[in-house]
């Protein structure tokens, strides 16, 4: 538990640093070059922080912290599979899912998908402001389906271990699609990024990284209980060749 706790306030403090870096740059651009993009120099320093860009600090953190979180997920789900214990492939499905997530967060591959989702959300008849990022129908549906496969799963885990998932659940997808969904709207009403769109863009990031945070802890947590202690220990004394 000691453990866990200290990788989630490490984890934390890392977080609270790139917000803290994303405002100032928000700052810095709104209020010295009036939202315009300034000197070259300005331009690149803003970048390497900017939580609304990829290909920068941010994004690498999110993606390495999705990663690990896959391979906690995905060891949990493997040692569950050699014991013979339950939900074996739902710990590593959702390993798969968060390493699908990992890639997606460096190669920003959802974002190709807008394309069609605005096709068939014009066809619909259904196109609207918040939905500019046509992305996010498919991210809701992806939600509703995994949701629905994993109700049985999270009910079934200790008590503290179900809360922390819901919390991660809660502020990965409210921060991804819920403020994805207002920054749509903000950006079609003003036509430009505004002091209130990029704001919008740090608290999103801000919830995404953190629900990625309370899903390791989460994880962590689950596998410093005495029987995921036994057969962790197990596997590797086997993977050892020791009896």
């Given at each position: 538990?000691?453990?866990?706790?200290?990788?989630?306030?490490?984890?934390?403090?890392?977080?609270?640093?790139?917000l803290l870096a994303g405002i100032s740059?928000?700052?810095?651009?709104?209020?010295?070059?009036?939202?315009?993009?300034?000197?070259?120099w300005f331009v690149q320093l803003v970048n390497l922080v900017n939580l609304d860009r990829e290909n920068n600090i941010p994004t690498w953190y999110s993606s390495t912290a999705l990663f690990v979180n896959s391979v906690l997920m995905g060891l949990v789900g493997w040692v569950k599979r050699h014991d013979g214990g339950s939900y074996a492939k739902h710990w590593l499905a959702l390993a798969g899912i968060l390493l699908l997530l990992s890639i997606d967060e460096a190669a920003s591959m959802h974002e190709k998908t807008s394309f069609i989702a605005e096709k068939l959300l014009d066809w619909a008849g259904l196109m609207s402001d918040y939905l500019y990022y046509g992305w996010v129908i498919f991210g809701i549906a992806a939600v509703t389906i995994v949701g629905s496969l994993y109700l049985k799963f999270l009910m079934d885990l200790p008590k503290e271990t179900m809360r922390w998932f819901l919390l991660a659940g809660f502020l990965y997808v409210g921060g991804a699609i819920g403020f994805e969904l207002l920054e749509a709207k903000v950006f079609v009403v003003e036509?430009?990024?505004?002091?209130?769109?990029?704001l919008l863009a740090v608290v999103e990031e801000g919830m995404e990284m953190f629900g990625v945070v309370a899903s390791i802890y989460a994880t962590l947590s689950y596998m410093n209980r005495e029987d995921m202690r036994r057969s962790l220990l197990q596997f590797h004394q086997n993977a050892l060749g020791i009896s």
């Open positions: 538990m000691i453990l866990s706790k200290r990788v989630a306030l490490i984890l934390s403090v890392v977080v609270c640093g790139l740059s928000v700052m810095l651009k709104v209020y010295f070059f009036g939202g315009d993009k300034g000197p070259w036509n430009k990024e505004t002091m209130t769109f990029m």
